[in-house]
T-cell receptor, first 114, second 110 residues
């Protein structure tokens, strides 16, 4: 079964540094998403991306965040200047655009900010 | 009011038991509904979509009541491997943004 893959599985970064999280969505999917889950809390929507542009973003997704699809396969999330509160699991998801279809999630990147 | 509300549990049940989880959502414009399962520190995995007519997949039955904005999940003949957090998830809007409940913890014991 095709799957969404994410790298790295764990990223440790000093506060204030830039970090890039990478995702390879399922190949025929059209919509791409980033979610995050702070330890012990619920999964929260960050951003959706379609047709090479952001289609929706949450309040969490401020100017420190950006997304990009640099080629036909990768989808990245960049955090420009990390803060302690950015420590979380970050999940990438993709959707084929079919009606009422579920999203498929990658196994996540654990981001730890020191 | 929370967008998606679930009883956090935990539900502690013996193997073989039947257990039911409930969920309510606040946005009447919600279009599609799912139950995901999440194991500790892992990604959410789709358990099943939820349809207006109700649907069943093996030991799992999901129901949707749009009028009451209520979703349920019934697990029959619980197995040890069913132990996980069950996430009620609602799709809002054409872009398929997912809104998650905080999850209900299930512990199945032998």
């Amino acid at each position: 079964e095709p799957e969404v893959t994410q790298t790295p599985s764990h990223q440790v970064t000093q506060m204030g540094q830039e970090v890039i999280l990478r995702c390879v969505p399922i190949s025929n999917h059209l919509y791409f998403y980033w979610y995050r889950q702070i330890l012990g809390q619920k999964v929260e929507f960050l951003v959706s991306f379609y047709n090479n542009e952001i289609s929706e973003k949450s309040e969490i997704f401020d100017d420190q965040f950006s997304v990009e699809r640099p080629d036909g396969s990768n989808f990245t999330l960049k955090i420009r200047s990390t803060k302690l509160e950015d420590s979380a699991m970050y999940f990438c998801a993709s959707w084929d655009g079919g009606s009422a279809g579920p999203q498929h999630f990658g196994d996540g990147t654990r981001l730890s900010i020191l | 009011r929370k967008e998606v509300e679930q009883d956090p549990g935990p539900f502690n049940v013996p193997e073989g038991a039947t257990v039911a989880f409930n969920c309510t959502y606040s946005n009447s414009a919600s279009q599609s509904f799912f139950w995901y399962r999440q194991d500790c520190r892992k990604e959410p995995k789709l358990l099943m979509s939820v349809y207006s007519s109700g649907n069943e997949d093996g030991r799992f039955t999901a129901q949707l009541n749009r009028a009451s904005q209520y979703i349920s999940l019934l697990i029959r003949d619980s197995k040890l491997s069913d132990s996980a957090t069950y996430l009620c998830v609602v799709n809002i809007g054409g872009g398929n943004k997912l809104v998650f409940g905080a999850g209900t913890i299930l512990r199945v014991k032998s």
